[in-house]
């Protein structure tokens, strides 16, 4: 992923958001490059949502200091709110309008010039690959083509920054991949930043040059993604035994971390790499014992995660 230098897109200093007692952002920071990927991880509850409304001005917080494009999020509201685009959780698309009548509606709303307006919503009809659905009641969309029309709308504006709050929530692995590309394309192609949040792990990690983990209100670590698994540690070996007494000969030799009688699979310590692996097989080949089977894990979102927070919602969404 590329590296860019330029002033930060979005930038947040010690920001506090509370509601009575209850402390939903304690002294959060935040410095996103212009034409990155930004990924904000939390499990719910996190502070997530509640971040994206502060700096997309829905919200105000109780103090700190909050900058987009260089703008003051309290004291410049309206500038704001021109650089910035935001896809919330649910799709913002009138269903009984069709995709061209709800992209005209937002060029209407951006008082674009009339005759941008139709050139506006024919360009991004065809980019996000809806020019065939494009004479049909969104309603009828696939929860894919909803979310890529609430995502080209939110472009009408020709925002710098878009917020996309869990933006492929619900979506199967298909749609959720062309969203994926989508992404990525306009970060690539047009500079424009992408603020995520979401819990899918491997999204993240898949689009994100930074990925900043939220836990009670507070950033317990933020880098990019190999980064931060490196810091989690090497990974580890699963090796399953058909007999229980070779499990037990192999327990006896290996540097075992858990085991599992049941099952009789032993996990050891081991980073994947073909010197490792080789000399692990070489300490069972010379032992006479055989592994039924052998599975290696290489850390992951999901490990940096649940390091992180101690929280077994790390694993609540997996990719399906």
């Known amino acids: 992923m590329t590296t860019h230098l330029h002033s930060p897109a979005v930038a947040a200093t010690a920001v506090h958001k509370s509601y009575g007692d209850h402390v939903v952002l304690d002294g959060v920071d935040l410095d996103v490059p212009s034409g990155t990927v930004f990924a904000l991880l939390g499990p719910n509850g996190a502070g997530k949502t509640t971040m994206v409304q502060l700096l997309s001005t829905l919200i105000r917080a109780d103090s700190g200091q909050m900058r987009i494009c260089g703008h003051d999020v309290d004291r410049e509201p309206d500038a704001v709110r021109a650089a910035i685009g935001v896809t919330g959780q649910f799709a913002a698309v009138d269903g009984f309008l069709t995709g061209e009548e709800n992209l005209m509606l937002m060029a209407d709303l951006n008082r674009l010039p009339r005759r941008e307006r139709w050139r506006c919503a024919v360009d991004l009809l065809e980019r996000f690959e809806l020019t065939d659905a494009a004479g049909m009641p969104a ?37 959720r991949r062309t969203m994926w590309d989508v992404i990525r394309r306009l970060v690539t192609d047009e500079g424009v930043t992408m603020f995520l949040t979401t819990q899918y792990l491997e999204e993240a990690d898949r689009l994100a040059d930074r990925v900043a983990v939220l836990h009670r209100g507070r950033l317990v670590a933020e880098g990019p993604p190999e980064e931060l698994k490196r810091q989690v540690g090497d990974g580890h070996v699963t090796l399953r035994f058909a007999d229980p007494d070779e499990y037990d000969a192999a327990a006896r030799i290996l540097d075992v971390i858990s085991r599992d009688e049941s099952a009789l699979t032993l996990k050891v310590p081991g980073r994947g790499d073909v010197g490792s692996l080789r000399r692990l097989l070489d300490r069972l080949d010379h032992a006479a014992l055989t592994v039924d089977e052998l599975r290696i894990h290489t850390p992951d979102l999901d490990d940096v995660f649940f390091v992180l927070t101690g929280d077994p919602t790390a694993r609540q969404e997996p990719i399906r």
């Open 139 to 175: 309603v009828t969309y696939s929860g894919g083509m909803r979310r890529r029309l609430d995502l080209a709308m939110t472009l009408v504006g020709k925002p710098r920054v878009v917020f996309l709050d869990e933006p492929t929530t619900g979506l199967d692995p298909r749609s």
